[in-house]
């Protein structure tokens, strides 16, 4: 079974920084892309970012990129996200998404259980 | 950008089938591969999303067999042949063909009668 954990969320100022880490078990994590989803409280999924299996690719929504970095250490298992001049509206719950893999191209997301992120 | 649009709110008497829809701004078709890259995803309350259908009509492992996926081109349907109480929830759909970026419709929510 898929386990994704994710950690590092918390109350920032805006302006601010924070760095979210996912930890991935038992798959091939090296096999699969990526992604961050996040939900704004009482809305719905708008995907973040993602990331290639070996993490040469890197796309973002519009809405992040240049703020946020996604990142990976296939040797650790992790995934990560980097979130700087975060704003108001930044503000949610943040999951870490086992993506498509290179020999499972197929199958949908599996997600994390996710980690707060509050802007005020 | 590919918008997917979900009706808001169904409400189902238990016992009863339930049908939601999923309807793409755009196919959803690779013409390369022949596939369709169509999921959906139920959120329980104050639980994270799970993968209940994958690729239009794959059922994920443990999802039970009274939820099936259908469609195609640029509509979707999940039924549920018999409502259970423990799947109230929002279900979402999302489309993976514009690749990398995924886009989910805005959710439905099944509630109980």
């Known amino acids: 079974e898929v386990q994704l954990v994710e950690s590092g969320g918390g109350l920032v100022q805006p302006g601010g920084s924070l760095r979210l880490s996912c930890a991935a078990s038992?798959?091939?994590?090296?096999?699969?892309?990526m992604s961050w989803v996040r939900q704004a409280p009482g809305k719905g999924l708008e995907w973040v970012a993602n990331i290639k299996y070996d993490g040469s690719e890197e796309y973002y929504a519009d809405s992040v990129k240049g703020r946020f970095t996604i990142s990976r250490d296939n040797g650790k298992n992790s995934l990560y996200l980097e979130m700087n001049s975060l704003r108001v509206e930044d503000t949610a719950v943040y999951y870490c998404?086992?993506?498509?893999?290179?020999?499972?191209?197929?199958?949908?997301?599996?997600w994390g259980q996710g980690t707060l992120v509050t802007v005020s | 950008d590919i918008v997917m649009t979900q009706t808001p709110l169904l409400a189902v008497t238990p016992g009863e089938p339930a049908s939601i829809s999923c309807r793409s701004s755009r196919r959803l078709l690779v013409s390369v591969d022949g596939n369709t890259y169509l999921d959906w995803y139920l959120q329980k309350p104050g639980q994270s999303p799970q993968l209940l259908i994958y690729t239009v009509a794959f059922r994920a492992s443990g999802v039970p067999d009274r939820f099936t996926g259908s469609g195609s081109g640029t509509d979707f349907t999940l039924n549920i042949s018999r409502v259970e109480p423990e799947d109230i929830g929002v279900y979402y759909c999302m489309q993976r063909v514009a690749f990398p970026s995924r886009t989910f419709g805005q959710g439905t929510k099944l509630e109980i009668k």
């Open positions: 038992p798959f091939t994590f090296n096999a699969y892309w």
């Open positions: 998404a086992r993506d498509t893999g290179y020999y499972d191209i197929l199958s949908g997301l599996y």
